[in-house]
């Protein structure tokens, strides 16, 4: 056979034998009765569990049993067999016999954990392991034999289901884990427990050897329970396979603990496992899988006996220990191999199963709560980083919750930290009490190196704790002085004993300084290395903007992200809309590296309509949560304008009428393709009293075209805010004094803002500067630059050549006909850009400007002497072409270049004083192929029409 086939098969195999490495309850570290055959009684203990277990006389020396049921001293271990000297166990041993003999090789070995599929490596985070929130059944199944009956009612195990265990892992993870009784019909229905059901042969008394005869107990007891209970109710994901966070199944059997004692029988050891092949493999019942690998099972005996008169029905530790492994995947925290405890009493998952509180009788009754590494890992408690002082609250009192109990200390390397919690004689906590005295009580500090998977290497293990008294606790289950209080350790650095050093002894800077006196709530000073903490480059929001369409500018924006702590962490950055691109979104940083998250306004903005769209970027520091914060991201779309449509007081791209009377009253007139729609009395600038209308532009941002009414007498100036044809607002904005001879020459918007500027000229000296108002509200007075006005140059139009959504100012030379375009930024000149020339001598003038061949670019107007219009076709300053549309009748004033059939080419707008006519005349870009009477007034009416441009 193929070599490599062969060893597949015999991997599959393995796997069809054991499903999973088992995990059990570590033995009861109370001194115990030994029996010998002749009714000898002497007293020691037991060590390890089911897969490593070995008997000590009170004096530390290994023993074991004879084929004739002697205890006898153990010489050496051959492999994993006892060799056994002569001398009984209750005599003095043989000279130079070393106590702690133990065996190296167990039954499983070390590395099956890895062979085996062993969920050890989980940390807790197994396939069926829930973490936060949790609500989870129970069901205890009561196995009774042909030759051995249960002891205990069904309703004292319905109480441990019911309340005990309930409220252990209430107490446990502060609420979050809520187990319940399953649903059944056996005995008290609905307690959670069914049985004693009978399996039918006798007990196999597996004791210390745990093998496939317990699988077959639990198979043969999960079968005989489905008649009392629906399993298939619990395959809540439909899988038709049942796990252990669907339904935690319990075997409870007849007989003894053998964990508890060595010298009852029939026993079985406490531990979780899965159904093998071997065992028949998972029975499958109302259709579904249960017991095996996916799911698994607990099973311990029912009676706990270490001595002639204190036989007692099995404690909770047991329960909750096997528990932690069946329901959320915990791996053992004493150390499997036997050469030390591990962590000790000081955790459920290790020999704190077996606590018990002063005036309790037996062990197991008050199992110690989980280390703050188990409540991490689980989502009971806040991982939250250390920073200066911090409280900490006692791990069972009352007002302990996720966010006071547990806090952490980074270091350099990401899977080893440290963490810290209160530990008092308060709530399960009193189980300690049996080891560290009545009133014990301290911090409690571990080192964590989530690289290990188990605590068998003394060395380098999983979870640590770091005595206070710098003691090693060895094989013992701790003392009150391995925690840090006033008194006793109050310093914990990289020079103490212990120390944080890292487990290749390189300095952590990890500090933990100024613990206080032992209290339930207790300070410590956390200092050393500063943990892993996002910085961003800037604090300013992304702001960007454009017309329907696009292009949008800025078109993207970049935050430099960096890690401003002394430890790595991991970042991710996020967003809802999907016009937006990230770069780098997500990536680990280490101490004092950065990156460039480049955020970018993709083409999906594009098909945007006009309107304002928001989204938020959020920059998370995943790993310790130090320094998220959010930026705002706003794109303003525009809509699309060919270039500014004069009078268009309602925003639907239409020019609209401003009828000025010889009065001053001032008329408006909505027009739906050169139809009037309304006329409406807007109010008097009355030209007695210095008042002219000057210009009309949007000044408060809504897209609506705005009056600015200008008084050259007093040097005031209002802006009347419209919608439509009402009057909004009517409000003196600025002051400029007529001494200063600055005059109105216009408005724009020269910083894209969406707000108007006014433009202040001086024709003596050419001076330009730009009055800002917010709102309609006066911001500022910036200069802009020196119009030549010796050399002939002046001011003629402003308008947007460039297409970048600012207004730039277009210069003529009344003597030599050129024309430039003085581009702006804001009040900023960039460049002057000379663009056309136009001979006087030739009769040509400039006259307008704006977007004649809806291409949405500005185009420049030229009047001849003889009536004719010339439309000089522009790419942003580059002329083009020229085309005449066709001109101006004898007495045909031209009022403005506006839309007046919104086909996004602009129109002309004449008036004929002698008859009263308005008519515009509408162009396609070459001619002028329509006349549209709009209105007549008669001649001599005293009604004027407003350009909305104050220049022409």
């Known amino acids: 056979m193929n070599r490599s086939i062969h060893f597949l098969l015999s991997a599959l195999f393995l796997n069809l034998l054991i499903p999973s490495f088992s995990f059990a309850v570590p033995a009861n570290p109370d001194d115990i009765e030994f029996i010998q055959p002749d009714g000898s009684v002497f007293t020691g203990h037991l060590i390890g569990d089911e897969w490593n277990n070995r008997a000590e006389t009170q004096s530390g020396f290994t023993i074991d049993q004879d084929q004739d049921g002697t205890w006898r001293h153990v010489l050496r271990f051959e492999g994993n067999t006892a060799v056994l000297g002569n001398t009984r166990a209750d005599q003095a041993p043989a000279p130079g016999l070393s106590q702690g003999l133990r065996n190296t090789q167990p039954r499983i070995p070390s590395d099956a954990h890895n062979r085996l599929g062993s969920p050890e490596h989980s940390h807790g985070e197994g396939p069926h392991a829930p973490t936060g929130n949790f609500t989870g059944p129970v069901l205890f199944i009561l196995a009774e034999f042909s030759d051995r009956a249960g002891t205990y009612g069904e309703s004292t195990w319905g109480n441990f289901v019911s309340n005990n265990i309930a409220d252990y892992f ?35 008394n597996t004791a210390n050897s745990t093998g496939t005869a317990n699988q077959v107990i639990t198979r043969n007891a999960i079968i005989a329970a489905d008649p009392f209970i629906d399993y298939a109710s619990y395959d809540t994901d439909g ?6 966070e669907e339904l935690a199944i319990v075997i409870v059997v007849a007989g003894f603990e053998r964990a508890y004692s060595a010298n009852y029988t029939p026993s079985v050891w406490g531990h979780k496992w899965g159904i093998g092949f071997l065992a028949g493999g998972a029975p499958t019942v109302d259709g579904v899988s249960v017991g095996g690998f996916s799911g698994g099972y607990a099973q311990f005996g029912e009676i706990h006996q270490s001595n002639s008169s204190n036989q007692h029905q099995a404690t909770m530790g047991i329960m909750v220990h096997e528990l932690g ?9 004493y150390d499997t191999d036997g050469s030390s405890s591990g962590i000790g009493a000081f955790g459920v998952m290790g020999g704190g199963s077996w606590g018990r509180a002063n005036g309790q009788s037996h062990s197991g009754e008050s199992p110690v709560l989980p280390t703050a590494w188990t409540k991490l890992k689980l989502d009971w408690a806040d991982e939250t980083e250390g920073i200066s002082v911090e409280a900490l609250t006692a791990s069972g009192d009352p007002a302990a919750n996720s966010a006071n109990s547990v806090r952490k200390a980074s270091t350099s390397v990401s899977t080893q930290y440290f963490l810290a919690e209160n530990r008092q004689p308060v709530g399960y906590d009193l189980g300690l009490q049996r080891w560290l005295g009545t009133n014990f009580g301290g911090v409690a500090i571990w080192h964590i190196d989530d690289s290990q998977s188990t605590n068998r290497n003394d060395s380098n293990r999983l979870v640590d704790l770091e005595e206070g008294d710098g003691t090693q606790m060895g094989s013992s289950r701790g003392s009150a002085t391995d925690l840090w209080y006033q008194g006793n350790g109050t310093t914990f650095n990289d020079t103490s004993t212990p120390n944080s050093k890292l487990n290749n002894g390189a300095t952590s800077n990890v500090a933990l300084t100024n613990i206080s006196s032992s209290s339930t709530v207790m300070t410590v000073d956390f200092g050393g290395i500063a943990p892993g903490e996002i910085a961003l480059s800037t604090t300013d929001d992304f702001f960007s903007n454009g017309e329907v369409g696009g292009p949008f500018n800025p078109g993207s924006m970049v935050y430099g992200i960096s890690n401003s702590g002394g430890t790595p962490i991991d970042y991710t950055v996020t967003k809802t809309e999907s016009w937006i691109d990230l770069s780098n979104a997500s990536g680990t940083l280490a101490p004092g590296n950065s990156v460039n998250v480049t955020v970018t306004i993709n083409a999906t903005a594009n098909g945007l309509g006009d309107g304002v769209y928001n989204d938020t970027l959020t920059i998370t520091n995943t790993t310790n949560g130090n320094g998220n914060t959010t930026r705002d991201v706003t ?28 009065t001053g009253i001032l008329v408006g007139s909505i027009l739906q393709n050169s139809v009037p729609q309304t006329f ?8 007695t009293q210095g008042w002219s209308v000057h210009s009309t ?4 941002g809504d897209n609506n075209a705005d009056i600015l009414l200008a008084n050259t007498t007093t040097g005031d100036y209002r802006v009347v805010t419209m919608n439509g044809s009402s009057v909004i607002t009517d409000t003196v904005v600025l002051f400029m004094d007529p001494v200063h001879g600055l005059e109105p020459r216009g408005v724009g918007d020269f910083n894209d803002d969406g707000l108007a500027e006014i433009i202040f000229y001086q024709p003596s000296s050419g001076f330009t500067a730009l009055a800002y108002l917010n709102g309609g509200v006066f911001s500022s007075f910036e200069t802009v630059t020196i119009i030549d006005e010796a050399n002939n140059w ?6 947007d050549f460039t297409g970048d959504g600012k207004t730039d100012l277009f210069i003529t030379n009344s003597v030599t006909g050129e024309a430039s375009v003085i581009e702006m930024d804001g009040s900023t000149p960039v460049a002057t850009t000379p663009i056309l020339s136009l001979d006087p001598a030739t009769g040509w003038t400039y006259k307008d400007t704006a977007d004649y061949t809806g291409d949405g670019k500005t185009d420049v107007l030229i009047l001849h002497t003889s009536g004719a219009l010339g439309v000089l076709v522009m790419d942003g300053l580059v002329f083009q072409s020229i085309y005449v549309p066709g001109g101006l009748q004898a007495g045909w004033d031209l009022v403005n270049s506006g839309h007046y059939n919104n086909d996004g080419k602009a129109d002309f707008l004449f ?8 008519i515009a005349g509408i162009q396609d870009g070459a001619t002028i192929t329509a006349y549209n009477n709009i209105l007549n007034l008669g001649p001599g009416s005293g009604w004027n029409f407003h350009s909305g441009k104050p220049l022409n």
């Open 325 to 333: 492994h069946l329901i959320f995947g915990l791996p053992d925290l």
């Open 239 to 244: 899988n038709n396979v049942l796990s252990s």
């Open 911 to 918: 008036h004929v004083p002698a008859t009263g006519e308005l």
């Open 170 to 204: 209430s107490e446990a993870s502060y609420g979050k884990a809520n187990l319940v009784p399953a649903t059944e019909t056996s005995g008290v229905n609905n307690n959670g427990v069914i049985g004693w059901v009978n399996l039918g042969y006798p007990h196999p």
């Open 635 to 662: 794109l303003t779309v525009l809509p699309v304008t060919t270039s500014e449509t004069i009078n268009d007081f309602d925003n639907d791209q239409d020019s609209d009428l401003l009828m000025v009377h010889d």
């Open 697 to 700: 532009s949007d000044f408060n």
């Open 794 to 799: 002046s001011l003629k139009d402003a308008v």
């Open 680 to 687: 409406d009395f807007l109010l008097q600038a009355d030209p």
